[in-house]
């Protein structure tokens, strides 16, 4: 009941953010324009390097944390799908090196996730 009336008020444009979230966003926006009002040239090309290089980093990072993943890959598509097996079955045998990097593909995907975090509050901060 209470969801319905709350729809029917989003439709009508009478619903609006609470105190707390609009003086969030004031408050953010206030900082941005006395930032931007306030930053020298000098400052302002320093964040813009610092934002470049976490960009670089967590590009960089995701490539090489990806790339694992495509060795099980052309596994599979070259000797389970494109070279069947002879007696006509379609099982798939996987060696175990291929298991050893679909879980260090595995182990990659998580560091990525987590680097990615101490990337940004490493040198996200402007």
Request: proline share 5%; aromatic share 6%; charged share 15%.
């Amino acid at each position: 009941m209470a969801n319905d009336q709350q729809q029917q008020q989003a439709e009508e444009g009478e619903l609006s953010p609470g105190p707390s979230a609009t003086a969030t966003a004031a408050t953010a926006t206030a900082r941005a324009a006395t930032t931007a009002a306030t930053e020298s040239p000098q400052s302002r090309q320093k964040r813009e390097n610092n934002l470049a290089a976490v960009l670089m980093g967590i590009s960089v990072l995701f490539v090489f944390c990806q790339s694992a993943k495509i060795i099980p890959d052309v596994h599979e598509v070259i000797y389970c799908r494109l070279l069947p097996d002879r007696s006509g079955g379609s099982t798939c045998v996987i060696p175990d090196f291929i298991e050893r990097v679909v879980s260090l593909s595995h182990l990659l995907l998580a560091i990525n996730s987590s680097a990615n975090f101490i990337i940004y509050t490493w040198r996200g901060e402007c």
